[in-house]
């Protein structure tokens, strides 16, 4: 399954994290962006679980993450 995580990140830190989330194996793409979100990374996962398992244990404690949003896609 394919997932788009939109990220907020610490002021300043957002290329720094980009960095971080492209050294993840499960990690696609990950792009700077401009508006409410900072970046956006589009992930892979077999299923739900294991969706659940990298955005808790993994993208969310990148340091400087403060936020992220999940989109599924179909």
Known sequence: ????????????????????????????????????????AKIEAENPEELSKILLEQIRKVPSVSMTTTLISV
């Open 1 to 40: 399954m394919i997932a788009f995580i939109l990220i907020v990140s610490q002021a300043g830190k957002e290329k720094r994290v980009v960095e971080d989330l492209m050294k993840l194996p499960f990690v696609r793409e990950a792009s700077l962006v401009f508006g409410d979100y900072d970046i956006v």
